[in-house]
């Protein structure tokens, strides 16, 4: 490993470390964007994932006064063929840990991959292109350019508490939490619609553990079918009084009816009940179906661009 600075040091990250944590991502992403844009939420989704044992697979850099400057750690709650890392420093001051983090969670994705019966193994890493110095260990490392993943948000200024009607033949409605098979093929839609995606796909015991706020969860059902769905996150917390889509899937069989485009509109509309002033979302550019173009038709702007990085191992 790329030795650190004198009195550095690496160790593994414990929950009791997530107030740290949050810390050190939300002023990496000041740098990076301008504002916090990773919540509590988030961070604990992280640390606690199928998959991911904090004593195996992640690190924290350390000051030499015990300040956590650095943090790495993966993302592959299915087992399947690719882990999606992440290595966040403090800006400026945790520069010497990005490549040691890095070569730390690279030779434990190629673990992994054969823990999970892949070989070989692929390992995506993100970085906005204002991250220069993480991109440039990402490029020295062997990494590659794939697409891009954009940040989305619009206002809810003027958005009625009230949704519009949806398409004939479709119902939309909240997700009926009490009923497995419900929440069943609700998350059957979800894992459909990311299959291919880098966002957090999740065996369904595990999902269910993790999953909260139901209430702003909406289905969209046609002839009986949940042929949509639309899972939610929002922190509390958080200074940017967002409401989130955390997931929005539409069944192959029943897309082009509309089924999004009112979903979306539902949680806009509970969003905007709630108070909340926006609404955002993350979508890779290189979608399939699309999506990007019906977050622009409903007036999404994007915010910034991530870029996505490929490295096989």
Known sequence: MTELPDGWSVRRPTLDDQPALLELVHASDIAAVGYPDYSAEDLHEALTEANTDLARDCWVALEPDGRIVGWAYPSNATGSGRDFIEVYTWPERGRPAIRPLLELILARAAERGTEFGHSPYEVRAGAVPSETAYIEELTAAGFGFLKQHARMQISLDGVSPTPPEPPEGVTIRNVRVDDEDEMRAFHGVIEQAFLDSDHRAAAYDAWRKQASAFDEWFVAEVDGVVAGALESSYDSDTANDEGWVKRLGVLAAYRKRGLGEALLRRAFAAY??????????????????????????????????????????
């Open 272 to 313: 905007a009940g709630q108070g909340r002033a926006k609404a955002g979302l993350g979508v890779d550019m290189a979608n399939p179906t699309k999506a990007a173009r019906l977050y622009l038709a409903v007036g999404m702007k994007p915010l910034y661009e991530a870029n996505i990085y490929q490295k096989i191992v």
